[in-house]
């Protein structure tokens, strides 16, 4: 297992997730090779929730980094980023892929652009 599933895995673990028990990790690896995690964080309030791949991006984000070369993303039943995520990730990500992990280690790959197809961006604010 590379250090980048690895990290996502190991960080599920620290999920606060006392209303749904669906536990999430996700890891960001940076141009550098520095690797920055985030699990998802529940309120009461479900819409209030922070989604494990943002909560990663966000945190890469107030360290200063600002490009990224591949995800990891750990959870039950081979989880897949909500819509949302896959906005954030192809906003601050470009097309990288994304690894997800399920419960029994098994692995699947999907670059962002297919998560996101025609996606909506920066080119679509150009005047």
Avoid at 9 to 35: L, M, W
Avoid at 68 to 80: E, L, R, V, Y
Wanted: include cysteine; proline fraction near 5%.
């Amino acid at each position: 297992m590379n250090p980048l599933t690895e990290a996502a895995i190991k960080v599920r673990e620290n999920a606060h997730a006392p209303y749904s028990n669906y536990k999430v990790g996700a890891a960001v690896q940076t141009d550098d090779g520095t690797i920055i995690t985030g699990c998802n964080v529940e309120s009461s309030s479900y819409g209030l929730t922070n989604c494990a791949e943002r909560v990663a991006l966000g945190a890469a984000v107030a360290r200063g980094y600002k490009s990224f070369t591949a995800m990891a993303i750990a959870g039950k039943n081979g989880i897949s980023p909500c819509g949302a995520c896959r906005q954030v990730i192809w906003d601050l990500c470009g097309d990288i892929p994304i690894t997800i992990i399920g419960d029994a280690g098994d692995k699947t790959v999907h670059m962002s652009s297919v998560l996101l197809p025609q996606p909506f961006d920066n080119s679509h604010l150009k005047q």
